[in-house]
């Protein structure tokens, strides 16, 4: 069920229409949130419903298990694991992996062709599978008792606002916070509204218009040659993909926080990092944070010599890269993020560059600029056609101004403007300017009472009347 679709609206009306009656009670609390997940996620395919099933109840009763009997706990561990990651791989990764072998054979000369299993991706597998493992883990870790109550685990497990797209909220926050009910205040109501109506402005009027002129762009029988076309292409990529995943989150954040729960932040401004390292700390949050506490520090993160710490910052960028999708541009564009990483580590130019005048801009423009260049791997169908779109990016041959107007349109424009406007509004800082304290003159009203009710409502009509070509979230996918 799309968030962007009106199943999901009568579904949310449905839902909260009976959510005042239905949350006073735990057990009544919990079961209610399972079973209208449950009716959300199935409302795609319900027979998934039974991997998330059987991934919770891996991960459920191994926990329990890790408590109750001391000495199985490493290896109720590895079951864990080995049933999390062994689901992934397979819907995932099995297809790829057999390409690869197919490819292999063929290299060598041996007739050999193992066929594809074309195994249905389940949509969401990737977050719910992480979210799941990390109960675990963090139960053998002493941090998080485990809970007893199956509803209050699927409860926090298959959450329905981030089940498939994130953020990926770990059991020590949520947990206890499904234990209690918790009436919302005004103040908290207004501020899921204001989320929510900016999350749907992000999607369905930014990052949906900018989706078919770079769908065309990149799916173009002959790739266009003039080298400002594909930057501005990319542009427009960055700004989709990142409207596009913030949008969801925004709304699963602002869902949860009509329901009386608090998710994480997921994106907090990453374009205006100066350093790729600040860039991972501001993009998808949860899950770089995930990989940092289950993967890079326990493979012994920075606290080890310089080689090996590199060889953890790799081994994580790579699986993040994985993470993504099972194709090599993924890993290239992990290893690309590698790269910089490294660069940044060995010759500390960041901060050298941001002591100088003007240096902390200048910075931002060049990660920026770096960012634009790994997210050509993400896109590109193939290793090829990205090969060749950097190419034309940095031959810097020149086209008619007009004709590459006409090839983006002029709504795509307007879409980059705005973001690039309210991104800026962040970068300067004028969102610290104390706005509540200013009060009209003649009545002592605070501006902001009147201000910001004007702005949610002109970003709820342009939703209706501004908005691109309906389409399922691009990490959907992932």
Same mark, same amino acid.
């Given at each position: 069920?799309?968030?962007? $679709? !009106?199943?999901? *609206? ?28 449950? %009716? ?59 390409? &690869? ?5 063929? =290299? ?29 883990? /963090? @139960? ?8 007893? &109550? ?40 207004? /501020? ?21 002129? @770079? &769908?065309?762009?990149?799916?173009? &029988? ?12 990319? +542009? ?12 969801? #989150? ?5 869902? *949860? ?18 350093? !790729? ?31 090996? =710490? ?36 060995? +010759? ?27 997210? %050509?791997?993400?896109?590109?169908? $193939?290793?090829?056609? *990205? ?29 980059? *403007? ?9 970068? %300067? ?5 104390? !706005? ?6 003649? #009545? ?11 702005? %949610? ?22």
């Amino acid at each position: 069920m799309l968030f962007n $679709s !009106l199943d999901f *609206a009568l579904f949310i009306v449905l839902f909260f229409c009976l959510w005042p009656l239905l949350r006073q009670r735990k057990n009544l609390r919990w079961g209610y949130l399972v079973v209208a997940s449950s %009716v959300f996620y199935g409302w795609w395919d319900w027979r998934f419903l039974f991997l998330i099933l059987a991934s919770g109840l891996i991960d459920f009763l191994a926990a329990l298990i890790m408590v109750r009997f001391h000495r199985l706990r490493k290896v109720m561990l590895v079951g864990s694991i080995v049933g999390n990651i062994g689901s992934l791989a397979v819907f995932k990764y099995l297809d790829f992996c057999i390409g &690869n072998v197919n490819w292999l054979f063929e =290299a060598f000369g041996i007739d050999c062709n193992v066929h594809h299993a074309s195994l249905i991706l389940p949509i969401g597998i990737s977050f719910y599978t992480f979210q799941s493992l990390s109960y675990t883990v /963090d @139960v053998y870790r002493g941090q998080l008792k485990p809970t007893r &109550n199956p509803l209050h685990f699927f409860a926090y497990l298959a959450m329905f606002p981030q089940l498939v797209a994130g953020p990926i909220v770990r059991a020590k926050d949520l947990l206890p916070q499904l234990e209690n009910t918790h009436s919302t205040t005004e103040q908290q109501r207004w /501020d899921a509204l204001r989320l929510i109506a900016w999350g749907y402005f992000k999607k369905m009027v930014i990052a949906d218009s900018l989706a078919p002129i @770079v &769908n065309l762009a990149f799916s173009a &029988n002959t790739l266009s040659p003039v080298s400002a076309y594909w930057w501005m292409i990319i +542009t427009m990529f960055a700004l989709q993909i990142y409207c596009d995943f913030s949008g969801y #989150s925004d709304i699963a954040r602002g869902l *949860a926080k009509w329901m009386g729960y608090d998710f994480p932040v997921n994106f907090n401004h990453p374009y205006l990092a100066r350093s !790729l390292r600040d860039f991972w700390g501001r993009w998808h949050i949860s899950l770089s944070t995930w990989f940092q506490d289950y993967v890079y520090i326990p493979l012994g993160g920075s606290r080890c010599r310089r080689p090996r =710490a590199e060889w953890n910052m790799w081994i994580t960028m790579l699986l993040s890269g994985l993470w993504h999708g099972a194709a090599w541009n993924f890993l290239i564009w992990g290893g690309w993020h590698a790269v910089i990483l490294s660069l940044e580590r060995l +010759t500390d130019w960041p901060r050298r560059l941001g002591s100088l005048r003007f240096g902390r801009h200048i910075a931002a423009v060049l990660v920026f600029g770096l960012v634009l260049i790994g997210w %050509v791997f993400f896109r590109a169908e $193939s290793f090829g056609q *990205a090969v060749t779109i950097l190419r034309t990016m940095f031959s810097f041959t020149a086209g008619r101004s007009n004709w590459i107007a006409e090839q983006l349109g002029a709504k795509s424009l307007l879409c980059m *403007a705005i973001m690039i406007i309210s991104e800026l509004y962040f970068y %300067v800082g004028f969102d610290r300017l104390p !706005l509540d304290d200013i009060r009209l003159p003649w #009545s002592g009203i605070r501006i902001s009472r009147i201000a910001q009710p004007i702005a %949610v409502a002109f970003i709820l009509t342009m939703c209706i009347f501004m908005r691109g070509q309906g389409s399922t979230f691009i990490y959907f996918r992932f």
